[in-house]
């Protein structure tokens, strides 16, 4: 009996295995037309970091990153005043230039690295090298490490906590050097210079007020702060910091934030309650990937009253397959941009074998253009992670 049961055991390891190969291969069939032709595109890119263009309105300096609030409207009643909050609503007039600029970085290195994993062509690595330079290690345009006049509102802030969201777009930087860190275009020197700069940023995430207020918000904030924190610590290999990554998950942000039912109550509770659960969900999905091991798997970690990231997933799927089974109100904006293929889909199929999840995932869009859209998708280049 003990052979028996030990052979059903590893048979099902070996199906679990086999099912997590075949949907990255599928994936990498799926995707693969689309990443050489955005390489193609990153091949010709120059770069453009925060120096390119600044704001009368930033009280840092060139190499400080900016941006103004997304929600805030100057006042009628008084419209030389402060602005004011309206809450899920963008102020189309706003400063967003280095916000932009960044996600522009993000889909060169994404493109960049996927193409190299697909191909192991070197081409790839050598451009990608030109843009982490500019950005990390060249004095005359790199953003320096911090975030502390993001989401500034006029009138009452030169930056805010909530702000740090905007580096959202880094994780996907931080896991292109780590897929293309072993090849010969990138030498020690520079790669040494790039893993300092997040380093320097994981540090004033930690240690800065902006940086511990976002740490402690009770929403998709501190979500995405752990998930950021995750993936520039991977590069960085603090497993200090990432072991206390995985603690907070399992003891501050899944307890704290998601409902027993999966779903997640402060994100129903705005205007755009759609759109942010997914995005939140998102995160989430991000940190399980970011963070699990063989010996702390977040995947399958379950809090005492049935909380995970499976219960999350299998909340939210219903409706990001079929929106109009959403019974709440439709978001304030951006209601019929979402879903695209989102990576709670593409990853939460591939950890749980699940061919409906990935069978939605392909039928959405891979590649959206909305602007909101993008910078409420910081993944978007799958591959990479798998």
Same mark, same amino acid.
């Given at each position: 009996m003990k052979r028996l049961g030990l052979f059903y055991l590893l048979t099902f390891i070996s199906f679990s295995c086999f099912a997590q190969? !075949?949907?990255?291969?599928?994936?990498?069939?799926?995707?693969?037309?689309?990443? =050489?032709?955005?390489a193609e595109w990153a091949m010709t890119q120059s770069p453009i970091t925060v120096t390119a263009e600044s704001s009368s309105l930033s009280t840092g300096g060139k190499h400080d990153f900016f941006s103004q609030a997304d929600y805030f409207?100057?006042?009628?009643?008084?419209?030389?005043?402060?602005?004011?909050?309206?809450d899920g609503e963008t102020n189309p007039a706003n400063f967003i230039a280095h916000r932009k600029a960044m996600i522009r970085f993000s889909a060169i290195i994404g493109s960049l690295a /996927?193409?190299?994993?697909? !191909?192991?062509?070197?081409?790839?690595?050598?451009?990608? #090298?030109?843009?982490l330079k500019a950005w990390f #290690?060249?004095?005359? !345009?790199l953003m320096n490490p911090n975030l502390s006049f993001s989401q500034a509102v006029i009138g009452s802030s030169t930056g805010r906590s909530w702000g740090i969201i905007d580096t959202i777009h880094l994780v996907e930087v931080a896991q292109g050097i780590i897929v293309m860190e072993k090849a010969k275009s990138l030498n020690k020197s520079d790669l040494s210079k790039i893993k300092k700069w997040f380093a320097d940023y994981i540090l004033w995430l930690n240690t800065s007020k902006n940086g511990v207020a976002e740490k402690t918000a009770k929403n998709n904030h501190s979500a995405c702060w752990v998930m950021q924190v995750a993936s520039f610590a991977k590069l960085v290999k603090d497993e200090t910091m990432l072991d206390s =990554?995985?603690?907070?998950?399992?003891? #501050?942000?899944?307890?704290?934030?998601?409902?027993?039912?999966? /779903?997640?109550?402060l994100e129903l509770a705005r205007t755009k309650p759609y759109g942010y659960s997914i995005f939140n969900l998102d995160a989430f999905t991000m940190i399980c990937q970011i963070l699990s091991t063989p010996k702390d798997n977040l995947w399958k970690f379950e809090t005492?009253?049935?909380?995970?990231?499976?219960?999350?997933?299998?909340? =939210?799927?219903p409706f990001v397959a079929d929106k109009s089974k959403w019974s709440l109100k439709p978001d304030?904006?951006?209601?019929?941009n979402w879903p695209v293929a989102q990576p709670l889909l593409i990853f939460g199929a591939n950890q749980?074998?699940?061919?409906?999840?990935?069978?939605?995932?392909?039928? =959405?869009?891979?590649?959206?253009?909305?602007?909101? #859209?993008?910078?409420n998708l910081p993944v978007r280049h799958p591959l990479i992670w798998m």
């Amino acid at each position: 009996m003990k052979r028996l049961g030990l052979f059903y055991l590893l048979t099902f390891i070996s199906f679990s295995c086999f099912a997590q190969v !075949t949907i990255k291969l599928q994936a990498q069939n799926v995707l693969r037309k689309q990443i =050489l032709g955005e390489a193609e595109w990153a091949m010709t890119q120059s770069p453009i970091t925060v120096t390119a263009e600044s704001s009368s309105l930033s009280t840092g300096g060139k190499h400080d990153f900016f941006s103004q609030a997304d929600y805030f409207w100057p006042n009628p009643a008084n419209p030389s005043g402060p602005y004011i909050n309206r809450d899920g609503e963008t102020n189309p007039a706003n400063f967003i230039a280095h916000r932009k600029a960044m996600i522009r970085f993000s889909a060169i290195i994404g493109s960049l690295a /996927s193409a190299y994993q697909l !191909t192991g062509d070197e081409k790839y690595v050598k451009q990608a #090298v030109i843009h982490l330079k500019a950005w990390f #290690v060249n004095p005359e !345009t790199l953003m320096n490490p911090n975030l502390s006049f993001s989401q500034a509102v006029i009138g009452s802030s030169t930056g805010r906590s909530w702000g740090i969201i905007d580096t959202i777009h880094l994780v996907e930087v931080a896991q292109g050097i780590i897929v293309m860190e072993k090849a010969k275009s990138l030498n020690k020197s520079d790669l040494s210079k790039i893993k300092k700069w997040f380093a320097d940023y994981i540090l004033w995430l930690n240690t800065s007020k902006n940086g511990v207020a976002e740490k402690t918000a009770k929403n998709n904030h501190s979500a995405c702060w752990v998930m950021q924190v995750a993936s520039f610590a991977k590069l960085v290999k603090d497993e200090t910091m990432l072991d206390s =990554l995985r603690w907070m998950y399992k003891n #501050v942000q899944l307890p704290n934030q998601m409902a027993t039912d999966g /779903s997640f109550p402060l994100e129903l509770a705005r205007t755009k309650p759609y759109g942010y659960s997914i995005f939140n969900l998102d995160a989430f999905t991000m940190i399980c990937q970011i963070l699990s091991t063989p010996k702390d798997n977040l995947w399958k970690f379950e809090t005492a009253d049935g909380k995970a990231i499976k219960k999350g997933i299998s909340y =939210l799927y219903p409706f990001v397959a079929d929106k109009s089974k959403w019974s709440l109100k439709p978001d304030v904006m951006f209601w019929d941009n979402w879903p695209v293929a989102q990576p709670l889909l593409i990853f939460g199929a591939n950890q749980f074998n699940n061919y409906d999840w990935f069978t939605t995932w392909k039928k =959405l869009d891979l590649k959206p253009t909305n602007e909101e #859209v993008i910078r409420n998708l910081p993944v978007r280049h799958p591959l990479i992670w798998m």
